[in-house]
Protein backbone atom coordinates (compact mmCIF):
# COMPACT_ATOMS: atom_id res chain seq x y z
CA UNK A 1 0.00 0.00 0.00
CA UNK A 2 1.02 3.79 -0.82
CA UNK A 3 0.14 6.55 0.82
CA UNK A 4 1.30 10.47 -0.24
CA UNK A 5 0.98 13.42 1.58
CA UNK A 6 1.64 16.65 0.34
CA UNK A 7 2.79 20.09 1.62
CA UNK A 8 4.21 23.42 0.89
CA UNK A 9 1.49 24.76 -0.56
CA UNK A 10 0.46 28.42 0.93
CA UNK A 11 -0.68 31.92 -0.59
CA UNK A 12 1.72 33.56 -2.87
CA UNK A 13 2.06 36.58 -5.06
CA UNK A 14 2.51 36.40 -9.05
CA UNK A 15 6.22 35.92 -9.74
CA UNK A 16 6.68 33.98 -6.35
CA UNK A 17 7.79 30.54 -6.16
CA UNK A 18 6.64 27.85 -3.95
CA UNK A 19 7.75 23.85 -3.82
CA UNK A 20 5.45 21.13 -3.19
CA UNK A 21 6.61 17.83 -1.40
CA UNK A 22 4.81 14.47 -1.73
CA UNK A 23 6.24 11.99 1.16
CA UNK A 24 5.49 8.90 0.11
CA UNK A 25 5.16 5.72 2.48
CA UNK A 26 5.37 2.32 1.10
CA UNK A 27 7.48 1.03 -1.84
CA UNK A 28 7.49 3.62 -4.37
CA UNK A 29 11.27 2.78 -5.77
CA UNK A 30 10.69 2.25 -9.52
CA UNK A 31 6.78 4.02 -9.73
CA UNK A 32 6.26 6.95 -11.78
CA UNK A 33 4.65 9.58 -10.03
CA UNK A 34 3.62 13.09 -10.98
CA UNK A 35 1.70 16.40 -9.82
CA UNK A 36 -1.79 17.13 -10.88
CA UNK A 37 -4.07 20.30 -10.40
CA UNK A 38 -7.68 21.43 -9.78
CA UNK A 39 -9.05 25.15 -10.15
CA UNK A 40 -12.43 25.32 -8.72
CA UNK A 41 -14.95 24.71 -11.23
CA UNK A 42 -12.58 22.81 -13.46
CA UNK A 43 -11.65 19.48 -13.94
CA UNK A 44 -8.38 18.06 -12.45
CA UNK A 45 -5.61 18.40 -15.03
CA UNK A 46 -1.77 16.96 -15.34
CA UNK A 47 0.62 19.24 -14.59
CA UNK A 48 4.20 17.43 -14.25
CA UNK A 49 4.71 13.71 -14.28
CA UNK A 50 8.60 11.77 -14.68
CA UNK A 51 8.59 7.77 -15.59
CA UNK A 52 11.87 5.24 -15.23
CA UNK A 53 12.93 4.20 -18.10
CA UNK A 54 16.31 1.24 -18.48
CA UNK A 55 17.73 3.20 -21.05
CA UNK A 56 17.26 6.96 -20.28
CA UNK A 57 16.60 6.66 -16.64
CA UNK A 58 13.97 9.37 -15.19
CA UNK A 59 12.03 10.45 -18.51
CA UNK A 60 10.23 14.00 -17.29
CA UNK A 61 6.94 15.17 -19.14
CA UNK A 62 5.32 18.82 -18.62
CA UNK A 63 2.08 20.43 -19.46
CA UNK A 64 2.25 22.94 -21.77
CA UNK A 65 1.23 25.45 -19.46
CA UNK A 66 4.14 24.66 -16.88
CA UNK A 67 6.86 24.21 -19.20
CA UNK A 68 10.05 26.30 -18.45
CA UNK A 69 8.34 27.49 -14.88
CA UNK A 70 7.86 24.30 -12.51
CA UNK A 71 10.62 21.01 -12.46
CA UNK A 72 9.51 17.45 -10.85
CA UNK A 73 12.11 15.50 -9.06
CA UNK A 74 13.04 12.62 -6.71
CA UNK A 75 14.83 12.05 -3.57
CA UNK A 76 14.94 8.11 -3.42
CA UNK A 77 16.23 8.90 0.33
CA UNK A 78 13.67 10.31 0.88
CA UNK A 79 11.21 8.64 -0.88
CA UNK A 80 9.73 11.94 -2.00
CA UNK A 81 8.74 14.37 -4.81
CA UNK A 82 8.79 17.44 -5.29
CA UNK A 83 7.30 20.18 -6.99
CA UNK A 84 9.37 23.12 -8.02
CA UNK A 85 7.18 26.27 -9.30
CA UNK A 86 8.82 29.69 -10.31
CA UNK A 87 7.61 32.66 -11.86
CA UNK A 88 4.00 31.87 -10.31
CA UNK A 89 0.65 33.44 -11.80
CA UNK A 90 -2.40 33.63 -11.06
CA UNK A 91 -4.10 30.75 -13.39
CA UNK A 92 -1.67 28.58 -11.45
CA UNK A 93 -4.05 28.89 -8.37
CA UNK A 94 -5.57 24.82 -7.77
CA UNK A 95 -5.62 22.45 -5.27
CA UNK A 96 -2.15 20.71 -6.18
CA UNK A 97 -2.36 16.53 -5.91
CA UNK A 98 0.61 13.81 -5.94
CA UNK A 99 0.09 10.55 -7.90
CA UNK A 100 1.69 7.73 -8.19
CA UNK A 101 1.27 4.23 -9.96
CA UNK A 102 3.74 1.74 -11.61
CA UNK A 103 2.59 2.91 -14.75
CA UNK A 104 2.28 6.23 -16.91
CA UNK A 105 0.70 8.27 -14.03
CA UNK A 106 -0.22 11.14 -17.23
CA UNK A 107 -3.07 8.14 -18.08
CA UNK A 108 -4.32 7.20 -15.29
CA UNK A 109 -2.88 6.88 -11.26
CA UNK A 110 -3.59 4.28 -8.61
CA UNK A 111 -2.76 6.29 -5.19
CA UNK A 112 -3.38 9.70 -4.61
CA UNK A 113 -2.48 12.86 -2.28
CA UNK A 114 -5.09 14.55 -0.04
CA UNK A 115 -4.18 17.76 -1.74
CA UNK A 116 -2.36 21.31 -0.94
CA UNK A 117 -4.13 24.33 -1.40
CA UNK A 118 -1.65 26.57 -3.62
CA UNK A 119 -3.05 30.48 -4.37
CA UNK A 120 -1.13 33.11 -6.43
CA UNK A 121 -2.00 36.51 -5.62
CA UNK A 122 -2.26 38.78 -8.82
Known amino acids: QVQLVESGGGLVQAGGSLRLSCAAS???????MGWFRQAPGKEREFVAA???????????WYADSVKGRFTISRDNAKNAVYLQMNSLKPEDTAVYYC?????????????WGQGTQVTVSS
Open 26 to 32: GRTFGYA
Open 99 to 111: AADTTDVRRSAKY
Open 50 to 60: FNWSGWSGLIT
